[in-house]
């Protein structure tokens, strides 16, 4: 039950939400005596160092705690650069009481942002390391080897599910033979796998009918998207029989739902700031449309991959995101509405 709140708390905003989180954490009844359960978790990106925003969201997690195994924020936790930069975790109002994980963006990695010059000043991956893994006391992940690791993977044994959180801009080579080495694993045990990095790992060239994907074509103006190093290693697993749920991912600052050439599921979250200009839509104080993230839930029994939208839940064009459930091994849309 949500308690009594000030009309613009995150809690009181979002109250017709809670059907579909305690939902979204269920599955079927145990007449179907399904072996695992579903993992259920907070997707956020690109905060940029909104403290107030990132307070928000820990008050949604707290309240819906027992539906909520961890929070990720996927990249862009500093502004501009590191010389824009708040320990968003020591700056909590509260504790979370589940762990937030965070993961590398490129803004984490420049140490200016000096564009009048040009490309900016790219930073050390120790750097990074320090600024954004500096509160992992409670994560339960294992980081890749080395003195200042960027990228972890954790197992979720009740739910059949491997976690793996890549930096896309730090040791490369290694992080691919890295990833490579987790995916092999995975396959051997049947784990269904979830990867997280900034960027989404390539283009999309299949976009299903839904409203998680903006309406316009940036590409056209802006150019089209690459593909990420990591990208073919995740497809090789893919056409080797592993299972690949999908791939989280922010950068964007807007909504993408989608597979590469290579069969890889991408699920792009609007950005987490209030910073609308690369979206699809006004962020306002005191409305709903001030917080954006998703709540995240994956059932390997019946392969479902379920998204539900936290805050800003419509486009500029009024096409509602507010639910969207897709069958990640049949590749169909179940429900979106």
Sequence with gaps: MIPCLEPDHILELNRDLEP????GSVGRSRFWGDAYK????????????????????VDFVNHYQNFISFALHTGDYCGASQLSYNDLYAMQEVPCARPIL?????????????????????????????????????????FMPGETPTSYYQDFPEANIRLIVLDLYNE????????????????????????????????????????????????????????????????????GGGIHVCNLAGHEHRDYFGIT????????????TAWHDWSDGVRIPGSRT?????VVSVDVNV??????????????????????CYDYVNKKVVFNG
């Design 20 to 23: 579909f989180i305690i939902q």
């Design 38 to 57: 579903p993992l259920q978790f907070v997707h956020l990106s690109d905060i940029h160092t909104r403290s107030d925003l990132w307070n928000r969201m």
């Design 102 to 142: 965070n993961c590398v963006g490129n803004h984490d990695c420049e140490a200016n942002s000096d564009w009048a010059k040009g490309t900016p000043c790219f930073a050390t991956q120790e750097s990074v390391h320090r600024l954004l893994f500096n509160h992992t006391e409670d994560w339960g992940v294992t």
């Design 172 to 239: 490369k080579e290694a992080h691919t033979a890295w990833l490579k080495g987790l995916l092999d694993e995975a396959k051997e045990k049947g784990l269904h796998v979830v990867t997280a990095m900034h960027q989404m790992s390539a283009g999309l060239s299949t976009v299903p009918e839904s409203t998680f994907t903006t309406y316009h074509d940036y590409e056209a103006r802006f150019g089209k998207k690459g593909k990420t190093v990591y990208e073919d290693t995740i497809a090789e697993f893919i056409a």
């Design 261 to 272: 050439a290579g069969g890889v599921l991408n699920v792009t979250v609007e950005c987490a």
């Design 290 to 294: 001030f917080d954006c993230f998703n």
């Design 303 to 324: 392969g479902m991959l379920k998204l539900l939208r936290v805050g800003n839940n419509c486009d500029h064009l009024l096409r509602a995101k507010r639910a969207l």
